[in-house]
Nanobody, 117 residues
Framework: QVQLVDSGGCFVQAGGSLRLSCAASGSFSSANVIVMGWYRQAPGKQRESVATITSGGSTHYADSVVGRFAISRDNRKNTVYLQMNSLKPEDTAVYYC?????????WGQGTQVAVSS
């Protein structure tokens, strides 16, 4: 019922910036989403939450990205963004978009972010 397509990941030098996008499509109403978020998984590590935004607009960030990353959404475009600034090598991971609706939990395919020192 919902398809999430992640994009925007690439190779960047430490200190640089990237903006990830997650476009949602399918049979749903953006007003009915409970929460959307970005997660990441580095090689050999578990997937972890990076940032989330609720239907009411409340945001939450992992301690490691506070002050550097910002999550936002455009309901008209059914798109969620993750603005990443001051990137560090430890931010290197595959980033996944996630969306939770009352009828199900959905993941994007992932987009690779690689930060060089």
């Amino acid at each position: 019922q919902v398809q999430l397509v992640d994009s925007g990941g690439c190779f960047v030098q430490a200190g640089g910036s990237l903006r990830l996008s997650c476009a949602a499509s399918g049979s749903f109403s953006s007003a009915n989403v409970i929460v959307m978020g970005w997660y990441r998984q580095a090689p050999g590590k578990q997937r972890e939450s990076v940032a989330t935004i609720t239907s009411g607009g409340s945001t939450h960030y992992a301690d490691s990205v506070v002050g550097r990353f910002a999550i936002s959404r455009d309901n008209r475009k059914n798109t969620v963004y993750l603005q990443m600034n001051s990137l560090k090598p430890e931010d290197t991971a595959v980033y996944y978009c996630n969306g939770l609706w009352a009828f199900g939990n959905y993941w994007g395919q992932g987009t690779q972010v690689a930060v060089s020192s």
